[in-house]
T-cell receptor, first 114, second 112 residues
């Protein structure tokens, strides 16, 4: 079974703090994704990575950066957290080849910025 | 890109069938997916259908695809309280790392 883990289920931070969200997958997938989920807005793609050290902006990259130094790990960084970044953050991974484009998701990190 | 739309809420009585609908805009979508998200959890793949199929059945789940109308539905037979969750429709646009587009999700509430 594919396993995608996220470092925290719940996180509370203060405005202006630097926040790191970590995601690890154990299936040697090339592609990894960070989404945020907000009520009524569904999933919005923040950043994705298609290989080590490679990254692409998604639909809402402002206020975020990412790091992919190793294939299994994809980190989301909030340089200076703000209250409008309070959200559920979901990480996903996917193999490039294969019959389908199925993405496998982690359990999510609910971040509250005070 | 692609726009994928779903209604936000659906309520059904336990034992009834649920039908969750989804529309998408790009006719070149190759795979269409249904994901389930239980409270406080990530998304779990429920089922998917390839664009050259019009129906797929898997136990209590039936997926119908009307490619002409770009309409996808998920039917859950004999809906149980454990089926209460948010259901996301997603459409895949072929190759490329970022080719999966999600709907807003439909929150299904099952009334005992």
């Amino acid at each position: 079974d594919v396993k995608v883990t996220q470092s925290s289920r719940y996180l509370v931070k203060r405005t202006g703090e630097k926040v790191f969200l970590e995601c690890v997958q154990d299936m040697d997938h090339e592609n990894m994704f960070w989404y945020r989920q907000d009520p009524g807005l569904g999933l919005r793609l923040i950043y994705f990575s298609y290989d080590v050290k490679m990254k692409e902006k998604g639909d809402i990259p402002e206020g975020y950066s990412v790091s992919r130094e190793k294939k299994e790990r994809f980190s989301l960084i909030l340089e200076s957290a703000s209250t409008n970044q309070t959200s559920m953050y979901l990480c996903a991974s996917r193999r490039t080849s294969g019959r389908t484009d199925t993405q496998y998701f982690g359990p999510g990190t609910r971040l509250t910025v005070l | 890109g692609e726009d994928v739309e779903q209604s936000l809420f659906l309520s059904v009585r336990e034992g009834d069938s649920s039908v969750i609908n989804c529309t998408y805009t790009d006719s070149s979508s190759t795979y269409l997916y249904w994901y389930k998200q239980e409270p406080g959890a990530g998304l779990q793949l429920l089922t998917y259908i390839f664009s050259n199929m019009d129906m797929k059945q898997d136990q209590r789940l039936t997926v119908l695809l009307n490619k002409k109308d770009k309409h996808l539905s998920l039917r859950i037979a004999d809906t149980q309280t454990g089926d209460s969750a948010i259901y996301f429709c997603a459409a895949s646009l072929g190759t490329g790392a970022n080719n999966l587009f999600f709907g807003t999700g439909t929150r299904l509430t099952v009334i005992p």
